[in-house]
Structure formats: C-alpha cells, structure tokens
C-alpha cells in the first residue's frame, strides 16, 4: 500500500497534468493549486515546486511571443512605456512614504514595493540580493505578493467585465497593476487573445524597468559593483517575435507553440498556488500584508482611471 506521502504526491502530479486540459482556466488552475497544497502532506518542498513555477512560467512567456505581430508589439509597447513609468515612479515614492507611516523595515518595504512596482517575485529575487535582505524577509516580500497576484486573478475579470472594458483596455490595466507575469497573462487570457497579446508586451516592457532599478538600488547599496544580467526569457520573448515575422517555417507552427504555451502557463499558476499555504499567509505578519495592500490599491485605481478614461 502507499503511504500518504507517495499519494499526496501523485495526486499532485496528476493534477498538474489535469490543469492543461482546455476546460481548465486559469482561475481554475491556481485555486486547484491552493487547494491541493492545503491539504496535501509532504508533497514537495516549496523551494522545488517554485523552482520549477519559475523555469514553466519562463518557457511560456518565450512561447507567447510567436503568438504575437512584432510591428505591433512595438507599438503597443510604446504606448504603455509612459504609463508604467509614471505607475513605477508612484508605487516607488508611495512606497517610501508608506513605509514611514506603517513604520515598516527598510528592506522588506523596498522589496514589497520594488515587486509591486515591476514584476513581482522577478524584482523581488533581483533586488534582495543587493540590498541584502535575509530570508525571512525575502519570505514575507514573497508572501504578500503571491496572495495579491491570486486576488488580482479572481478579481480582475470580473471588474473588467462590470467597467464594460476592450480588450485592450483591459490588457493594458492588468499590466500596470497586477504584479506577477503569470497573473497578468492568467487574468488578460480571460478577455481574449487580444488582450493577452497586449498584457503580454507591455507587462514586459514593464519588466524591463528593473534594469534601472537594480542599477539604482546596486548604486545606493553595493557601491556600484553589483552586475545586472538581462532575464533570459525576456531576450527570447523578443527573438520569438523576430523569428515568427521573418523566417516562414516558424510562422507555419507559431499558432501551435502559442497555444502550447497558453496551456503551459496554467501549471506554472498551478504551481504557484500550491505555495499559498494558511503557514505561509500566516507567516507573513500584518504589516508588511497592509502595507502591500495599501500600495497595490493606490496603483490599481491609478491603473483603472488611466485605462478608462485616457485608453
């Protein structure tokens, strides 16, 4: 007979495979995540199974851009670099003055609002390191933010779908305010490809800003001598554009890899919401959850009154 480890465990896996099926949704897939990391036992450590979330959600995100038209992507990326920069400038500076008034620790407010402000668990591994965050305080940053990107899942769609939002309105709003790739392309996928398509671009465009950032905090903290490498699966989100508007046999299979891809990126959601224990959110404490609530709040509205009356 099996002990319950071993079982915990296939039904882990056997539900990852479930998760590509079409009739599963995002949504759908991060909830079955939640749910089975709740009440399985000794499935696998949180460190493997984010591990692997991250390497799925990567491939997915190089795999999205043969779905996309670069002169397109372009301009769409064009379109959202004011918006992101002016939606980082505020979540940074709010985040500062927030930190004050909560009377937070420097370093999980930094990496709370560096995550809000760019993309998420990505800023928040890029910057902890350099301003030597240790790994309790990198757990909670981390926290705070993977229960805001599964609200923002469950949320999203539906305010979208009651301010009556385009698709690009509403691919352009999750961009700017939610903070993980995988929530941002999770919550666009529910509004249609062209939304994602949109999501998708400037969310990245978005990313990129952590280039500066890093530069920024490196200076501020490690006295310049910290070197940023550029994330691998944005330089190949670009080179499968590039690849899918010039060479014809890429084009003949880039709706089958787009699509693939689409489905990828649900195991990744579901992965990540097998992370989202009571352990963990009770782990996290009350301040740094307020603190991060309050910040994506402010962006949130910012993002919603940007996109629909200025979009």
């Not at 800003?209 to 994330?231: D, E, R, T, V």
Request: hydrophobic share 55%; net charge positive.
């Amino acid at each position: 007979m099996l002990k319950t480890s071993a079982l915990s465990r296939l039904l882990f896996l056997l539900v990852s495979v479930l998760v590509l099926h079409p009739f599963i949704g995002a949504a759908l897939a991060l909830s079955l995540g939640i749910l089975i990391g709740n009440i399985g036992r000794n499935i696998y450590t949180e460190e493997k199974r984010s591990k692997v979330a991250a390497l799925i959600l990567k491939v997915s995100v190089v795999g999205l851009g043969f779905g996309l038209n670069l002169n397109t992507a372009i301009e769409t990326g064009n379109e959202g670099f004011f918006i992101t920069f002016a939606s980082i400038l505020i979540t940074l500076g709010l985040g500062y003055l927030f930190a004050k008034l909560f009377k937070l620790d420097r370093s999980i407010s930094t990496l709370i609002s560096s995550g809000t402000a760019i993309c998420g668990g990505s800023a928040i591994a890029t910057i902890s390191p350099i301003i030597k965050a240790d790994t309790k305080t990198i757990s909670m940053a981390l926290g705070v933010v993977f229960v805001l990107n599964a609200m923002a899942l469950f949320v999203f769609p539906h305010l979208g779908n009651w301010f009556e939002m385009s698709a690009y309105q509403f691919g352009m709003w999750c961009a700017i305010a939610i903070h993980d790739t995988s929530s941002v392309v999770g919550a666009a996928s529910t509004f249609g490809a062209e939304a994602l398509k949109i999501a998708t671009t400037v969310k990245l465009t978005r990313a990129l800003w952590i280039i500066p950032i890093a530069l920024m905090f490196s200076f501020i903290h490690s006295k310049g001598k910290y070197q940023f490498k550029l994330p691998w699966y944005i330089v190949g989100f670009i080179v499968s554009m590039i690849l899918t508007e010039y060479v014809p046999l890429i084009q003949s299979i880039a709706p089958q890899v787009f699509n693939a891809s689409k489905s990828l990126l649900k195991v990744a959601l579901y992965l990540i919401g097998s992370s989202l224990t009571v352990q963990m959110i009770k782990g996290v404490g009350w301040k740094p959850m307020l603190f991060g609530v309050a910040l994506w709040l402010v962006i949130t509205l910012f993002g919603l009154v940007t996109v629909l009356f200025f979009l």
